[in-house]
């Protein structure tokens, strides 16, 4: 039996230049751009989805550290910030970051999206809004939380010791079904239990007639006047990058979901950055810091979920912690020491656990800039002085879990201090010593804001609805829109947008829900694609 | 004077001839490093990873120069370039921070003894300067990947890859593998096979069970 009818390209399938007309044009397959790409074509739209990496298959996925993240993500994985040196990463792949992320999902807790709608003039974002938009791409994919018997030792080390703290915490709701605990999240799932969007909402997007180009980069989005008319690029070779056929897709309507790294350089290459002056601007990460903690017994870390439990204990104080795994390659960089000593802290692997801190940092901002040449982006970055005290209280709280659960000693990885300690009173200068950005190790966590949404066209790039301010049919549906960092991992939130967006573009083309879609409150109206979205008040 | 100029002028080409490209075993072939990229990947993973620790091999044998080399292979062309110009920085760094001996220490990092490799190497590690710290973690960065990667110390770390059994699903019917054409898919409708069904790894794995 032959493999389904549908027009997938792969980069061995292009023979020649090529021109392709749609009615929508999705640049970016990751959880933006395939749930839109799906949405849309659900709604009877003619779309084709462009995605510059390849799609990758069980075969195809590597478990060394090294070789994975050459692979799989953009610069190699060497990826930093300037100003304050973070590394950070964005995929290049079919499926985008949900092929090697942790299938972590959260809404935006509710008073994250009212700031949200009070900072930044916005009228229908707030968590009542989005939920019928979470509920629908939650029961989609299965989002749930994850369950005790995949959790593996490590993670419940985490519960266990919050418990005893009396903090609150909670199992990760994932977009999984059928997790083993493989911990491979970061490398390709083998046995396919993460629902990444390669293998969900892409394949669903070309049952319902969506072409989806593979291994093509989209270098420039075509514009007459005040409307988009598609995007132009290159074929490019899996993980040479080498350019090779032109291509060019002429659409109704665009939607750019090429990240929060990449949407904003391709609006900046194109001259449609907008009079705003915020295009690339507004930067913002949730810098994370880790600390590992040494257990008198094996903790087996290898098995388990990748991430299996989360507390947002302390949201409002400005961080999340959550549990971790990665290639213990890729975890021993984080080990103190060299020579012997290093050896022998490798030695203790097997009684090892990970547990990490996002923070929310809103005062930290930066910007990105096209590179000289190419698309890639030149990311600045700083860290504000008065975000410091969030990363260090963070610190210290994952150190206290950490002994409450009985661990026997942490290594919290800051200059200046023990490589090690053995006890909560050692571990309380990580709250009270003076340190520079410079002494911590920083993580690059999820990307925001570079074509944030604002109510004022002066003060964002794009509407409430995703679309630029400056263009009447040209769309953002990636983490740039977020006006803010959301305080919890931000995929099922990208996802609901991605949703919403695509049906605002969908009511607009005068498509029917119908079998596969999806009415949001109040949004009734036709037309032109492009046109003011229904009760989005106009411009 | 002008022929003192030329002298010297000579004598300071030989001296940065001989240091940078003299003296280096030959690079096996096939190899995208060059010998003296080699040699200093040899020289900084033996010091990070010493003969006689706990572990069953030393940085050397577990073959990290040629890890590095087959990495350096697969990355893209500006982080080859990256990648390179950081082993260049650190192997000739010891002109400005350099090792024990006021002109011994000052020899290339891959030309000194052992001892003085991972006091070199401590220094950046240690360093007050963020930019010496962050050097010497990027590199150690890179050589633990290959350290890891050998199956020796995999062994001893309880690190041994594991086999899982891959479902066939929908999208193998759709993609092919990274490079090749559609037309090489193998897997039909009568291929796809029951989804993963949860049983936890850490329970089944061979070698896994506690």
Redesign the interface.
Known sequence: MSAPDVDLRAYADYERDFREEADVVVVGSGPGGAVAARELAARGLRVVLVEEGPPFTPPDYVQDGGFAMARTLREGGLRATRGTVMPTMQAIALGGGSLVNSAICNRAPAFVLDDWCGDYALEHTTRADLDPHYDAVGAYLGIAPTPDPVQGRRNLLFRDGCEKLGVSCEPIPRNVRGCRGSGECFTGCRPRAKQSMDITYVPDALRLGATVLTSARVEQVLASGRRAVGVAGRVVAPFTGRPGHRFEVRARCVVLAAGCMATPVLLERSGLAGPSGHNGRNLQFHPGVAVMGIFPEDVDPRFGATQGYQSHHFLAEGFKLETLWAPPAVLSVRMPGSGVELERRLLDLPRLAVWDAITSCNRSLGEVVPRRRGLDPVLRWKLHPLDLPILKEALYRLAEIFFAAGADSILPGVHGLPDEMTSLAQARALRSCDLRPGDLVLGGNHAFCTTRMHGDPARGVVDEWGRCHHLDNLYVADSGVFPRCPSVNPMWTVMALAHRTAHAIADQAGRSPGAHGFSPPGAAGAGRLGATPAGAGGR | MRFAALVVGAALAAWITRRVWGGHPPAPPGAVLCPRELALLAAVAE????P????PRSGGEAGVPA?VD??VA???P??RR?MRLLFAAVEHATLVFPGPGLWRGRRRLSAQPLAAR?AV??GW?TSSL?SR??VF?SL???V??????DREVQR????D?FA????I???????????????T?A?????LTP????????AS?PG?A?
Do not use: M, N
């Open positions: 010091a990070v990873f010493p006689g620790g706990p572990l890890y087959r990495l697969a990355s893209a500006r982080q990256l991972i190497l401590e590690r963020f710290r962050l973690a150690r960065a890179i633990t990947l290959g350290y890891f990667a001893r770390l309880a690190l890859p899982i059994e891959s479902p699903c929908e999208a193998d019917l759709l993609y092919p593998r990274v490079g090749a054409s559609r037309a898919i897997f039909g409708l009568g291929d989804p993963s069904d949860g049983t936890p790894l850490h794995a896994a506690r």
